[in-house]
């Protein structure tokens, strides 16, 4: 049976073979090259190696190994396991398939049925991983105590609660008596002593998928989660919001210096990781409001989860959201203007080809209109000063410290956070349905000529 209704060429019993037959004809050529020259070869970028049921190393030229690769990724995504598998993993277990089932003495060929069967028993292999996992990844949110947060699939919780959840569990795992016993306990303690490292934990459950695949979905969800926090929160409160990475609670930092005399001059400084969020704030984002927000970002979190590909309304703010928050974060403020209108654009574009700074600036401009104390012409004036400032960075043009950078960041910032608010507000609760490129771009069209017409009826009354 052919695999088939996936991205790439159909994997056909035929393209199977092909490929199978290419790389045994690479084998058999470089063998016959004899030992010196394999040896010569084994270092260079072109080789690869296989190894054969023996164990015996076997190499294979780069389109070789390139092919097969190719085949495999393509396999995976037109199976019931794309989305599921860890490509590099997975490669590695069809590669050693290859070894142990084709390069063996007895072997006596096969058929294009016979490979294709071949290939599939190999991932199904590799899928064989597969399970569902509840991960636990550590952040520094600030909670107030004894308090969750709930974004979709994502619960953030104070570490304390989470540790309390895990220990149990972990002190029976790492219980016991053999030979490896004094290891496990030492994961256990060098676990949770990573995890007493961090003010909070966000806990996520990823179904089905193999653990490589299933850690990288679990931080992207949790990231998209923190994304949603950055905008709520705005970035001078967010700005140093972390998850997992090194376990630290602050950063200190020290500085030496001696004079001519050999006085030394010290200074000391001291970071607190974390965001700066009272608790007013989660006071205020758990009323009826921001949780419809929450309620929004969560159903396309989910399908983060689930390796679906969200509705484009839910995409974008996604896309747009994790920018905001790489902005949020980013220490270089050139950068951090870059960032904060690429979410602006990832929002707002619509496949136009020219009159595209004009157009996205309305369009900028238009939503914020409804949040006071927006002027709708004088703030597409400014964003359309903005993108041509966006345009200098990227290209060199401009200092670091040119003051038109200053006075920039703290508008993009505040036009790329009002913007992902509206964009939750207005359009959060059609996240699970379809809308196409044309239907935004006429939507968003009308919606800069309302505002047009409503600053005429403003101007007018005085």
């Not at 220490?331 to 700074?357: D, S």
Request: glycine share 8%.
């Amino acid at each position: 049976m052919d695999m088939q209704d996936g991205a790439g060429p159909a994997v056909t019993a035929k393209a199977v073979g092909e490929v199978f037959s290419f790389v045994i004809e690479e084998l058999t050529r470089l063998q016959r090259l004899g030992a010196a020259v394999t040896k010569e070869l084994k270092g260079l970028e072109f080789t690869c190696m296989l190894h054969d049921v023996e164990g015996r190393m076997r190499l294979i030229g780069r389109p070789a190994y390139d092919r097969l690769r190719g085949l495999v990724v393509d396999a995976v995504g037109q199976s019931e396991h794309r989305g599921c598998l860890d490509l590099d993993r997975t490669f590695r277990v069809v590669r050693a398939g290859f070894g142990r089932d084709i390069l063996r003495a007895d072997f006596k060929g096969t058929t294009d049925a016979e490979d294709l069967a071949l290939l599939q028993g190999w991932i199904e292999e590799a899928a064989a991983e597969c399970r569902p996992l509840t991960h636990y990844i550590p952040c520094h949110i600030r909670l107030p105590q004894e308090q969750t947060f709930v974004v979709g699939p994502v619960t953030f919780t104070p570490k304390a609660l989470a540790i309390a959840e895990v220990e149990a569990s972990l002190a029976q795992w790492a219980a016991g008596e053999d030979d490896d016993a004094a290891w496990r306990e030492k994961d256990r303690r060098t676990t949770l002593d990573y995890l007493e490292a961090f003010s909070d934990v966000a806990r996520v459950t990823v179904q089905r998928c193999d653990p490589e695949t299933s850690r990288r979905v679990a931080h992207e969800t949790v990231q998209g989660a923190l994304a949603f926090l950055h905008v709520m929160g705005g970035a001078d409160r967010t700005s140093k919001v972390r998850s997992a990475g090194p376990a630290v609670q602050n950063a200190q930092r020290s500085t030496l210096a001696f004079d001519a005399e050999g006085k030394p001059f010290l200074t000391w400084t001291g970071d607190w990781e974390g965001a700066r969020l009272d608790k007013s704030f989660w006071r205020w984002i758990q009323e009826e409001a921001q949780q419809a927000m929450a309620l929004a970002v969560g159903l396309a979190l989910q399908k983060v989860a689930d390796r679906v590909d969200p509705p484009m309304l839910a995409a974008r703010y996604l896309d747009a959201a994790a920018w905001y928050a790489d902005a949020a974060t980013e220490t270089r403020r050139p950068a951090a203007v870059v960032k904060y209108l690429t979410a602006m654009e990832r929002l707002l574009w619509t496949g136009e080809k020219g009159g595209v700074t004009r157009r996205l600036s309305e369009r900028a401009a238009a939503l914020c209109f409804t949040i006071d104390p927006w002027n709708f012409e004088v703030l597409g004036k400014e964003i359309r000063r903005a993108y041509d400032l966006r345009s200098a960075i990227v290209h060199g043009r401009i200092d670091n410290d040119d003051p038109k950078i200053v006075r920039n960041y703290r508008l993009c910032d505040r036009v790329a956070r009002d913007l992902l608010m509206t964009w939750l507000r207005r359009y959060g609760a059609g996240f699970d349905r379809e809308v196409t490129l044309e239907g935004l771009r006429d939507h968003l069209d009308w919606f800069v000529a309302e505002a047009v017409k409503e600053t005429a009826a403003r101007l007018k009354a005085g």
